[in-house]
């Protein structure tokens, strides 16, 4: 009965959101307020029957009910309890239902905290995101349907792909949905923008704290994605430019630019068209990230062949969001007027710069994820992009957007003499470059030009960075009232930018002075690797609830002394015939040493891989900074202090209603 | 199936609780007038445009221009601010009324119809009852007593009959991964029961697509150990041995199966058919080797998987790769069955392999050859199946052929 329930609710969602996207859009076009009205209960109807269909779907796959094909083909009895929750989101038509819950959690948020915008602008602003729900209900009702049952009902589940059952998987597709779903928000308030023809500073300052929560979620969900791969993977790499990572990549690329973009429009009054063009490609984007990973594409273009109705309705879905509203933008943007006027050398024109290098990199990573595909797709051949060219385009691309990272925030708004920018800069440049002529003397013959050069651009950052905090220390106002005067906002990019140094660094270090070996080792045997010494014990056998494990014991010493005993395994999973590699390893603030198992040589000899990670932690670090950065400017208080100020205000409320 | 409607009906009040409450009741949440908000906005930017004067990120000049700017932007916003004043009074009237009334018609019967179009209401409450199934007859019946009997056997767990049942219906709809864990309960409960060996080893071979190699083997072994008349492990026995080449114990378990049957059953006949072609092969084994070799005509085709199809070809599945006449019949003269991990892999086709002594590969001068990777692991090509094939292929001239599967049977 639950599963029939799950399939009903989900129906019933449908056509209250259908309601939600109608009457709200034609009521706000005609002034009718009781139109406009039915957008807010629409929208929590909505999300209560999606949560009910989502809460069916996972009690049939914590209750074994294989009864539903979805649950059959990605759930066992023996799979533990934590991996039938995420197994909801497991495959595609779960992921479906996870995205349209997370759309529906924002729909309802936004539904609830915009007591204070107008009626109309709020009804066109759910009608949007409703628009997008709907299409996402149709899309799992009539091509992927979780609830499609299976007559008569299997005796035993296909298991969860073992790849996603590891602890960072679990929770890397919620954090990477409510980002992708997050920029949903700054789409749909845009796009009631333009349809109200209200371009006005309530909708620059409303867009604002919505899009850096959701940045702040995507750039955690990319994290836990890179953390996952490092872990399980057993390649010991956490980027690899793979096309389902770039799907994640491109959205976050557009969106860092849209947050900087939205700064501008929202304090200054410039910029307003290009930030409502870069909130449309930020959703198109997650709209494709979604549909790249979880159509089958990538494994394969001629999985759309297979199954036509799906692809088809991708692509039409597809133009008809990105047609649609390019067809809005070029009807409405001309009329929208900028009021903010800059100079050439002004912080406008800087972040425009940094706009237009983060576009271009989106850009590349797009042409390098899709190009190969379509390729494929002619039968033209098949080609491989890879590392190669990424790297070729973002290195000279990073190292600009560092340079102009350190002189933005140090400019002012609107005009600068190039003389009292310079001088303001000169103090930062020769101490980045004291600090990486410092580093040569260290490093002597270990050192190389991208070690040298990614130290400098780092010490470049932190120093600007932290000269423009301590400009914010008034010594008449005292250390706590200065504080206290500088908005929130402010420490947040602080934080984030200096998540960005910490980022750049762990990225060369660990790749310059990373080291490797695969070593077939007998128990007993040993190996040195940088000052390493690892010695392995032996194997035994372990059984996992759902898997069998040769787990491998490998104490790691230095100077004779024990830092760690690593145990790495070798995961057979019977259900799906499939080998798992689980890395062993012991982290460190300055190093990471990493063991994957390999395979079993004979006389109780296995082969191994071991790797020695210098810095490796700062990667994640970084992005981590970045994170509590996006949490902490989103907290702004100055968002907030309209809502207060706002709830005091004259609340318009028209004769007859009351 | 009544808790189901109640809580289906419950939901549905709901959603037009919440459409219709706006339409018809009080609004309260009204929201702030553009006007207002803008205003209200624009005080807030004139205090932080003097705290940044303050702190020195905008020059004293500019601020003034930033100033005369914010002013400016103020006149903009409340300039567009499509917003007259509603006329709620208005639209208290029929229009609210009437959207009330469609949307109170329109919902369930959008909702109702199309959930039992594309739900499953049956399953709700299946028929349980023997006469219900009977008079509902087919496929359907059968699927719903599967259900009924799997519930039951949730319950009732050592129900060794039961598991029995459950697995041959699984059998009967060719859903052999299910229907092996249902005989697996039955070897688990009677462990010394022939034929619950012998089924379970069917189920198990029929999942690595007909192959009783293994695991099916070792299983018929011990169930004729046990019980060396069963004769469904006899008959299984026998065609695990002869698929191994081994002909003599093939032909003697079938033997010891043909002496339980009463002589003129049709079943018999095929034992006996068996029997003789076992024997023959038999003889053929021990003098024919020679003789195959003699003849001496031979093809040799080296067969490859295409890597972008790798991906989708389980390593059990089976493989065929077999020659048929340019010009002549259309059936295969000579046909080898591998699986998907053997590949890639040098097959050689010759007279031992054929399929009826009129068609043999020697009497034709040229072939084609086809390999095709069977995910049903039938002869007749199906959807899905993937294949490659060559062109006329000179028979005997000892060249290698080269066959990549590379293409996919729509």
């Not at chain 2, 020195?56 to 930033?66: C, P």
Request: one cysteine or more.
């Amino acid at each position: 009965m639950i599963p029939e329930l799950g399939h009903y609710a989900l129906i019933l969602a449908l056509c209250i959101t259908l309601v939600q996207v109608v009457l709200p859009i034609i009521g706000a076009a005609r002034g009718d307020v009781r139109w406009m009205s039915v957008a807010r209960p629409a929208a929590v109807g909505q999300f209560v029957f999606v949560a009910v269909a989502y809460a069916c779907l996972t009690y049939a796959f914590i209750t074994d009910d294989f009864s539903v094909a979805y649950v059959a083909q990605n759930s066992n009895s023996a799979l533990p309890l934590i991996y039938r929750i995420s197994g909801v989101w497991g495959a595609h038509e779960g992921s479906l239902l996870l995205w349209t819950l997370i759309l529906s959690t924002w729909t309802l948020a936004v539904a609830v905290f915009s007591r204070t915008l107008t009626l109309a602008f709020v009804a066109r602003v759910l009608g949007i995101m409703g628009f997008i729900s709907v299409g996402f209900l149709l899309f799992m009702l009539l091509t992927s349907d979780p609830f499609s049952r299976l007559l008569p009902a299997a005796l035993e589940g296909q298991d969860l792909n073992p790849l996603l059952q590891d602890p960072g998987l679990a929770i890397h597709p919620p954090m990477l949905y409510m980002g992708y779903v997050g920029f949903s928000v700054a789409f749909s308030f845009a796009m009631a923008a333009l349809l109200g023809g209200q371009l006005d500073s309530a909708w620059a300052r409303w867009s604002r704290p919505w899009t850096t929560v959701a940045w702040t979620f995507l750039t955690l969900g990319i994290t836990l994605g890179s953390w996952w791969a490092y872990n399980e993977l057993g390649w010991g790499g956490w980027w690899f430019w793979d096309p389902v990572e770039n799907a994640s990549f491109m959205p976050w690329l557009v969106g860092t630019a849209l947050i900087h973009s939205l700064s501008v429009t929202e304090k200054r009054g410039a910029f307003k068209t290009w930030t409502v063009l870069l909130a449309l490609f930020a959703f198109a984007l997650s709209l494709l990230g979604t549909f790249l990973v979880r159509s089958g594409v990538l494994t394969s273009v001629h999985a759309f062949a297979t199954d036509p109705a799906r692809g088809m309705y991708v692509l039409i879905f597809l133009g008809i969001v990105v047609g649609g509203s390019l067809i809005l933008y070029a009807w409405r943007a001309p009329r929208v007027r900028s009021t903010g006027d800059f100079k050439l050398l002004s912080r406008e024109t800087l972040l425009l710069c940094n706009n237009i290098i983060l576009v271009v990199a989106a850009a590349s990573v797009l042409l390098g994820t899709l190009y190969p595909l379509i390729l494929d797709a002619l039968n033209l051949g098949k080609i491989s992009v890879g590392p190669p060219y990424f790297s070729a385009i973002f290195i000279p691309l990073m190292v600009i957007l560092l340079i102009l990272l350190g002189i933005g925030p140090a400019a002012r708004w609107k005009q600068n003499s190039g003389r009292w920018l310079f001088g303001r800069l000169l103090t930062s440049a020769v101490l980045s470059v004291l600090i990486a002529a410092g580093a040569l003397l260290v490093l002597r013959e270990r050192s190389s030009i991208m070690v040298l050069l990614s130290i400098l651009l780092a010490a470049w950052v932190v120093v600007t960075t932290v000269i423009n905090l301590y400009g914010r220390y008034s010594p008449e106002l005292g250390l706590s009232r200065s504080i206290r005067r500088t908005p929130r906002g402010f420490f947040g990019m602080t934080m984030a930018h200096l998540g960005v140094a910490v980022f750049t660094l762990g990225v060369a270090f660990s790749g310059a002075f990373s080291t490797e070996q695969d070593v077939g080792l007998a128990p007993g045997q040993s190996y040195d690797l940088s000052g390493y010494q690892f010695r392995f014990e032996g194997v035994k056998q372990v059984p996992g609830p759902n898997y069998i494990a040769s787990q491998a014991s490998v104490q790691v010493l230095r100077e004779g002394q024990l830092i760690s005993t690593l145990s790495p395994q070798k995961r057979i999973y019977p259900v799906r015939q499939m080998a798992m590699t689980e890395a062993a390893v012991d982290v460190g603030m300055f190093r990471d040493l990493y063991v994957a198992l390999g395979e079993d040589l004979g006389n109780g000899h296995w082969s191994f891989r071991l790797y020695y990670k210098p810095f490796v932690r700062w990667i994640w670090g970084g992005a981590l900074f970045m994170v509590m950065g996006g949490i902490l400017a989103a907290s702004d208080r100055r968002y907030r202090l309209a809502v207060r100020r706002e709830a005091t205000a004259n609340r318009y409320l028209p004769e007859g209603v009351s | 199936m009544l808790v189901f409607w109640l809580i289906a009906v419950a939901m549905l009040v709901l959603a037009l609780w919440l459409v219709m409450s706006p339409l018809l009741g009080k609004i309260n949440a009204i929201g702030s007038r553009g006007r207002d908000l803008n205003t209200e906005i624009f005080r807030a930017k004139l205090r932080e445009l003097e705290a940044e004067r303050d702190s020195g990120t905008l020059a004293a000049e500019q601020f003034e221009q930033a100033r005369v700017e914010l002013e400016r932007s103020l006149l903009d916003d409340i300039g567009t601010d499509d917003q007259p004043p509603p006329a709620v009074a208005n639209t208290h009237s029929n229009r609210a009324w009437m959207t009330a009334v469609v949307m109170l018609i329109a919902i369930p019967a959008v909702v109702v119809p199309m959930y039992l179009y594309l739900g499953r209401s049956d399953l709700l409450a299946p028929p349980m009852n023997p006469q219900d199934l009977q008079r509902l007859g087919g496929q359907k019946s059968l699927n719903y007593a599967i259900n009924g009997l799997i519930q039951h056997l949730r319950e009732h767990p050592d129900d060794a009959r039961g598991w029995q049942l459950l697995g041959r219906a699984y059998m009967s709809l060719s859903r052999y991964h299910d229907g092996s864990l249902a005989y697996r309960h039955v070897y688990q409960l009677k462990p010394r029961d022939a034929t619950a060996m012998a089924d379970y080893a069917e189920a198990l071979g029929l999942m690595q697509n007909d192959n009783l190699k293994g695991q099916p083997e070792a299983l018929l072994a011990q169930a004729l150990k046990v019980d060396p008349d069963n004769p469904k492990a006899l008959w299984l026995g026998g065609i695990g041995r002869y698929r191994a080449g081994d002909y003599r114990q093939a032909a003697e378990y079938w033997q010891r199966l043909l002496v339980q049957m009463p002589p003129d059953a049709k079943e018999a006949e095929v034992v006996r058919r068996n029997i003789a072609q076992a024997k023959s092969q038999e003889q053929v084994q021990t003098t024919g080797k020679i003789a195959a070799a003699g003849s001496g005509v031979s093809v040799k085709v080296h067969v490859s998987l295409d890597p972008k199809l790798a991906a989708k070809a389980l390593p059990g599945t089976t493989v065929f790769v077999f020659a048929r006449a340019v010009h002549g019949p259309p059936m295969p003269l000579a046909i080898a069955k591998l699986v998907v991990k053997d590949l890639p892999t040098t097959v050689t086709l010759d007279d031992s392999l054929s399929m009826s002594p009129a068609a043999k590969l020697s009497n034709f001068p040229e072939v084609r050859l086809t390999a095709r990777v069977s995910r049903s692991g039938q002869a007749m090509p199906q959807s899905g199946d993937m294949e490659g094939a060559t062109g006329p292929v000179e028979v005997g001239a000892g060249k290698l052929a080269d066959i990549v599967i590379n293409k996919l049977v729509p």
